[in-house]
């Protein structure tokens, strides 16, 4: 008797992975967000590792790696203002990181219940980016 032959699935995804729900991906929230902000939060969720949701650093040395810190910086901005993600920390001083944190406030993006962050109050003025530049 011959054994059955196991079949591969090439698709198994093998951790790290990051878990996007289909709403998130059809929100309201992601709607007119660039492919860069999009792969960002990815990027983000690729860091969630089960009990760091509010833990979660990105560098902007790292970013270097995969996008222009031009872009960096508006991304995760963008990110916090639709509700993706929340600023823990704001780092910056002395080559501190930010600490980011998931955030489910995306799921009320557009709606009155929305918790709507001014991010340019978030971030001291020597941090924002010069008119001048």
Known sequence: MRKK???KNEFNAVPPYAQIEEKLAYSKASEGLKAHTLW???LFRLRY???????ITFTQKEAKKIMRVGTFR????KLIERGFL????????????????L????RKYGTKDFIKIDV???FPK??????HL
């Open 86 to 101: 929340d600023l823990i920390k704001c780092g910056g001083f002395y080559k501190e990181k930010h600490i980011f944190g």
């Open 40 to 42: 960002l939060y990815v």
């Open 74 to 77: 508006p991304d995760y901005r």
């Open 126 to 131: 020597i941090l924002k980016k010069s008119k």
């Open 120 to 122: 340019d109050k978030l």
């Open 103 to 106: 955030s489910n406030r995306w």
């Open 5 to 7: 032959k196991k079949i």
């Open 49 to 55: 590792k089960g009990s760091n949701a509010r833990d």
